[in-house]
């Protein structure tokens, strides 16, 4: 029986055909990559490695927690010798691994301020670790190979986050009150009254950081007048620095909305108004802003839209006379009627007629073809039918009819009788 042949063919599909039919390609992984292109990015990853630094770092004192080192702390009389016993190299390390997780936190957003403070919290933790074990250990590795990559990604994080400045504060603060409280209760027989308990090392840091100063506990050696020195100064640093990461973005962003409509304003002129939020008016938009055309769009109060935030934008009704005055309708070219009701266009094309100090053109948008000469007693310079234009086009070229001439322009336009073309 002789064995079977496959003809070659000059058709490609019979060819493709034949060729799936023979071989069946499997692609096991083939989740893989839209997985990678997902989740796995620098603003992913890099934040996940920030977190586990700044656990890792925290570790040895967890360690000695779980080990029941801490029942030992409860036998000692002061709180000067829990934290000799502790290490004062030690209890840094909360703050400093809170931060981190924070800032990882942060960086998630791709918050520049969160990229920074990152950064510099990992120059402590190597000195510390060099501190601690005399030599470069595992972690102190870890960390500076951290510091290599954060260094080379920074273009990644470039946003200004209000989050992530609230992190920032949040961080600042508690490494702050941390210092001061800490440093209260190891030097609090150095003050009078004496600090030795809970309560009134945390009263005392909070009056020292705020600098209200109420005098009713006063340091007695040089070594504590240093200390609140200290906390004073680092106080009014942290909290103007808070205040400015916090309140700056959004001080800033309303700044720039208020002067980025002034300029839009004073544009105003010779520029087309375009009243609606439908997707067809969304790409009538796109198209103008690249052909250079200044577009002023009208768009319902408290309805989401899709045009971008540059966009120059009045909310109101299309139809009131106040609103497209605060448009400019006076020196607008061109008023373009596109909302999705038709009455609304229309109401629209006689609102900017009812203007006589202005010249501008109007071209109203018929969703529905029932409503085409309805839309004509209105008198608008162009009546465009979108869906008569896509219906006719389609039909012509399925049945091969000729577009030459102004054809496109005869189906795309339909002009009103009573107005002159131009």
């Known amino acids: 029986m002789a064995s079977e042949k496959i003809e070659p063919s000059n058709d490609p599909l019979v060819s493709a055909e034949a060729l799936t039919d023979k071989i069946q390609e499997v692609r096991p992984f083939e989740w893989v990559e839209p997985v990678k292109k997902k989740y796995i990015q620098t603003y992913y990853w890099l934040p996940a490695l920030v977190a586990i630094d700044g656990l890792l770092y925290l570790a040895p004192l967890l360690l000695r927690f779980l080990n029941g080192e801490h029942l030992q702390w409860q036998n000692l009389n002061t709180?000067?010798?829990?934290?000799?016993?502790?290490?004062?190299?030690?209890?840094?390390?909360?703050?400093?691994?809170?931060?981190?997780?924070?800032?990882?936190?942060?960086?998630?957003?791709?918050?520049?301020?969160?990229?920074?403070?990152?950064?510099?919290?990992?120059?402590?933790?190597?000195?510390?670790?060099?501190?601690?074990?005399?030599?470069?250990?595992?972690?102190?590795?870890?960390?500076?190979?951290?510091?290599?990559?954060?260094?080379?990604?920074?273009?990644?994080?470039?946003?200004?986050?209000?989050?992530?400045?609230?992190?920032?504060a949040l961080s600042s603060f508690l490494l702050l009150l941390w210092y001061a409280f800490?440093?209260?209760?190891?030097?609090?027989?150095?003050?009078?009254?004496?600090?030795?308990?809970?309560?009134?090392?945390?009263?005392?840091?909070?009056?020292?950081?705020?600098?209200?100063g109420f005098g009713d506990i006063v340091p007695l050696t040089h070594t504590a007048r240093l200390f609140t020195m200290s906390i004073i100064v680092l106080g009014i640093t942290v909290f103007a620095t808070s205040l400015g990461a916090v309140i700056g973005p959004i001080v800033g962003g309303a700044l720039k909305n208020v002067f980025?409509?002034?300029?839009m304003r004073s544009?105003?002129?010779?520029?087309?108004?375009?009243?609606?939020?439908?997707p067809f008016a969304v790409n009538v938009y796109t198209s103008?802003?690249?052909?250079?055309?200044?577009?002023?769009?009208?768009?319902?109060?408290?309805?989401?839209?899709?045009?971008?935030?540059?966009?120059?934008?009045?909310?109101?009704?299309?139809?009131g006379r106040s609103v497209l005055e605060e448009a400019g309708v006076v020196d607008a070219k061109y008023v373009l009627a596109m909302r999705i009701d038709d009455a609304e266009n229309a109401f629209v094309v006689l609102a900017v007629k009812e203007i006589k100090q202005s010249k501008a053109?109007?071209?109203?948008?018929?969703?529905?073809?029932?409503?085409?000469?309805?839309?004509?007693?209105?008198?608008?310079?162009?009546?465009l039918s979108p869906l008569l234009l896509g219906a006719e086009l389609l039909s012509r070229a399925i049945t091969g009819e000729s577009m030459e001439g102004n054809i496109v322009s005869e189906l795309f336009f339909s002009l009103n009788k009573s107005t002159p073309q131009s």
């Open 260 to 263: 980025h409509q002034k300029a």
């Open 79 to 168: 709180w000067r010798e829990i934290i000799e016993s502790i290490g004062l190299l030690q209890l840094p390390r909360v703050v400093i691994s809170v931060s981190m997780v924070l800032m990882a936190t942060g960086m998630l957003y791709r918050a520049r301020i969160a990229w920074v403070l990152a950064m510099i919290l990992t120059l402590p933790m190597m000195v510390t670790s060099l501190i601690t074990h005399g030599q470069p250990d595992t972690f102190f590795f870890y960390t500076l190979a951290l510091l290599f990559l954060l260094s080379n990604n920074g273009q990644t994080f470039n946003r200004s986050s209000l989050a992530a400045s609230s992190l920032f």
């Open 361 to 383: 053109r109007t071209i109203a948008i018929v969703n529905a073809n029932e409503n085409l000469e309805k839309i004509r007693g209105v008198h608008p310079d162009l009546v």
């Open 288 to 319: 103008l802003i690249a052909k250079g055309r200044p577009v002023t769009v009208v768009v319902p109060p408290d309805k989401p839209h899709r045009y971008p935030p540059s966009a120059d934008i009045v909310e109101g009704d299309a139809s």
């Open 267 to 278: 544009m105003r002129k010779d520029h087309i108004i375009l009243c609606g939020n439908s």
């Open 182 to 212: 800490l440093g209260a209760l190891y030097l609090g027989a150095q003050f009078d009254p004496p600090i030795h308990d809970l309560v009134t090392a945390s009263y005392f840091s909070i009056v020292a950081m705020s600098t209200v």
